[in-house]
């Protein structure tokens, strides 16, 4: 069954179909949609340039303004951002922007396009910790504007959540190559198998560079007491990760429990049944009308057949995989019993060696930087929400202070 998880779910648009769908764009002059993005890429911009049938224009506006942009048209909660802006959304539906951006991405490609430039090389180095959304952005942002940029990642392939974490039918690694191979043809250096702490020293990197940037992002799953000695419980980011390592070639139970209701949770529950899950149960702390997914996702989940119960929290284990849970709200208790247990109740920071405190799970960061030094933070553990077009938007940010705060040639 590993080939329903390796084949994307959503269906690429035609070049007609794209066509028809561009032409539903009312190019409004304020262009609410752009407005809504939080990275910046300027759907109304690409999409006028399609609606002209320039799609080399569309890619050059995407490329610039988002150097991660086909893996944001298939990952991006559109639905929260572009397309939640869309006046179109007032007339019938909003436009589908990520499978126009997506479209014109893979046209991008189909023409081995090269888009971008880099300036002159300025004498200055960086040094960036981690290869997920965040760090591979400011890598480029700074690579473009003649910075020597060398990224650190702990993990034998560069990506980091985006290769390990996010399911192949959602985000197939050969579309992550594509867009680092990118990224190391504007001149960034990516080293591998190395951890910041233990491998090398924050502080070596710190006098060997002009300024480091954390971007670590939070890659550990969280652990409830009362699983923590339970044979039958996993995380869902290493389930996810040793799923997607070995391309869904995986055994998988007759019956698994996944606790969690955010679009990691989806993710799981999802891959499960692409994999041939028989029976697989999301029992969820929120109730639907509080849910934290993606709708998309949700939708998936149950388009696939996932059971979803939502207002309840697990109170105690017992004997042979059974969780006891209570609803939230009601004088209602539940018992269900799995062959594997996964819990996808959030994620922390892995900063063991770098010198970061957390609270509460948090990293303690005031700001893009810690006053007085040359170390920045991008991506999760600076601000703003957990996902990959955040994570862009962080790195365009702090490549921007990075600038300011280094100023002209050496």
């Not at 994307?8 to 066509?19: G, I, K």
């Not at 396009?113 to 002159?120: N, Y």
């Not at 192949?168 to 250096?189: C, F, Q, S, T, W």
């Not at 609270?359 to 700001?367: D, L, P, S, T, Y």
Request: aromatic share 6%; proline share 3%.
């Amino acid at each position: 069954m590993s080939k329903k998880y390796q084949e994307e779910y959503e269906v690429a648009f035609s070049p007609r179909l794209v066509m028809e769908e561009a032409s539903r764009c009312l190019l409004c002059l304020d262009a609410p949609c752009s407005a809504s993005c939080p990275a910046g890429t300027d759907p109304a911009k690409f999409i006028r340039s399609l609606r002209f049938k320039n799609v080399k224009g569309a890619a050059e506006t995407v490329r610039i303004n988002n150097i991660l942009g086909a893996i944001c048209a298939r990952v991006c909660p559109t639905e929260r951002y572009c397309q939640a802006g869309c006046s179109r959304s007032g007339i019938d539906k909003p436009i589908d922007i990520g499978r126009i951006q997506r479209y014109i991405t893979d046209f991008e490609d189909a023409l081995k396009m090269d888009i971008l430039e880099v300036k002159e090389d300025n004498g200055k180095k960086i040094a960036v910790i981690g290869s997920g959304p965040a760090g591979l952005t400011v890598a480029a942002e700074l690579a473009k504007e003649g910075f020597k940029v060398t990224i650190y990642e702990k993990e034998a392939k560069a990506g980091g959540y985006l290769r390990y974490g996010i399911p192949e039918y959602r985000l197939p690694n050969a579309i992550v190559d594509r867009e680092i191979d990118r990224i190391v043809k504007l001149g960034v250096d990516i080293v591998l198998n190395t951890k910041v702490g233990e491998d090398i020293k924050v502080e070596d990197l710190r006098k060997d560079n002009d300024a480091v940037i954390f971007a670590v992002g939070y890659s550990q799953g969280k652990m409830l007491d009362m699983f923590k000695d339970n044979r039958k419980v996993i995380k869902a980011v290493d389930w996810l990760k040793k799923t997607k390592i070995r391309k869904g070639n995986v055994k998988v139970p007759e019956n698994v429990l996944v606790i969690g209701g955010g679009d990691v949770a989806m993710d799981v529950v999802t891959s499960l049944k692409l994999l041939g899950c028989p029976h697989v149960t999301d029992v969820v702390y929120e109730q639907f009308s509080e849910f934290r997914a993606s709708k998309k996702e949700l939708m998936n989940a149950q388009e696939q057949g996932v059971t979803i119960i939502d207002g309840y929290v697990p109170v105690a284990t017992g004997r042979g995989g059974i969780v006891k849970f209570k609803h939230r709200i009601l004088p209602a208790e539940l018992k269900i019993k799995a062959d594997l247990i996964i819990l996808a109740v959030g994620q922390v920071a892995d900063v063991d060696g770098l010198g970061l405190t957390l609270e509460k799970g948090e990293v303690n960061v005031r700001g893009v930087r810690i006053p007085d030094t040359n170390m920045f933070f991008a991506g999760d553990i600076a601000h703003g929400e957990k996902t990959v077009v955040w994570g862009v938007r962080s790195g365009k940010e702090v490549a921007f202070e990075v600038k300011r705060f280094l100023g002209g040639k050496k």
